[in-house]
């Protein structure tokens, strides 16, 4: 079945450093792929999107671009805030008998420090 | 008032006690679902409904009971649960479960099983 695969961290980076959060995937088709966040106490955010080869979704400085080559989809931002400390979840929206499938990473805890 | 909204924020019970879980979504969706998010383990998919039609129950024990009575609402009828189903509970909804809209998710309703 499809899956996702992403480093699970935590990840703990100094306030204006770059991030990168790799997250890789298999799946029959072509799937969409997304990125959420989900700060403490909340639910999770749809942080961006890309729904085919090359697209590249963006949103609040984060960045990820679909690489059908690689199989991934890896979120940077090129200068991290404190306010940006979360659990990051890659997931991919594929089709199985019964309609969309969606299937999420294990999520990627962030820690930016001032 | 927008989005997805689950009531109550906490809820803890008893193994014997019989409780429901409410989730309202005001964004126009068709499909709404159930998902559970324990600690260190990847979020899990309950239940789909869309367009009021259940169309997945991935294996849920009996004890989860949900029940959508139109494609605005939502429940999760609780009752002797274990103490392994302390989780934090979170609804979704999108537009259609035959497409790969994104997934919009209220604040979850954190439980604990006594």
């Known amino acids: 079945g499809d899956s996702v695969t992403q480093m699970e961290g935590p990840v703990t980076l100094s306030e204006e450093a770059f991030l990168t959060i790799n997250c890789t995937y298999t799946?029959?088709?072509?799937?969409?792929l997304f990125w959420y966040v989900q700060y403490p106490g909340e639910g999770l955010q749809l942080l961006l999107k890309?729904?085919?080869?090359?697209d590249k979704g963006s949103n609040k400085g984060f960045e990820a671009t679909y690489r059908k080559e690689t199989t991934s989809f890896h979120l940077e931002k090129g200068s991290v805030q404190v306010s940006d400390s979360a659990v990051y979840f890659c997931?991919?929206?594929?089709?199985?008998?019964?309609?969309?499938?969606?299937?999420f990473g294990p999520g990627t805890r962030l820690s930016v420090l001032p | 008032e927008t989005g997805v909204t689950q009531t109550p924020r906490h809820l803890v019970m008893g193994m014997t006690n019989k409780k429901s879980l409410k989730c309202e979504q005001h964004?126009?969706?068709?499909?709404m679902y159930w998902y559970k998010q324990s600690a260190k383990k990847p979020l899990e998919l309950m239940f789909v409904?869309?367009?009021?039609?259940?169309?997945e129950n991935n294996s849920v024990p009996s004890r989860f009971s949900p029940e959508c009575p139109n494609s605005s609402h939502l429940f999760l009828h609780l009752h002797t649960l274990q103490p392994e189903d302390s989780a934090l509970y979170l609804c979704?909804?999108?537009?259609?479960?035959?497409?790969?809209?994104?997934?919009?998710f209220g604040n979850g309703t954190r439980l604990t099983v006594t």
């Open positions: 979704a909804s999108s537009q259609d479960y035959r497409d790969s809209s994104p997934l919009h």
């Open positions: 799946a029959t088709g072509y799937p969409s």
């Open positions: 890309a729904t085919k080869a090359d």
């Open positions: 997931a991919l929206s594929g089709r199985d008998n019964y309609g969309q499938n969606f299937v």
């Open positions: 964004l126009g969706h068709n499909a």
């Open positions: 409904y869309n367009f009021k039609e259940q169309t």
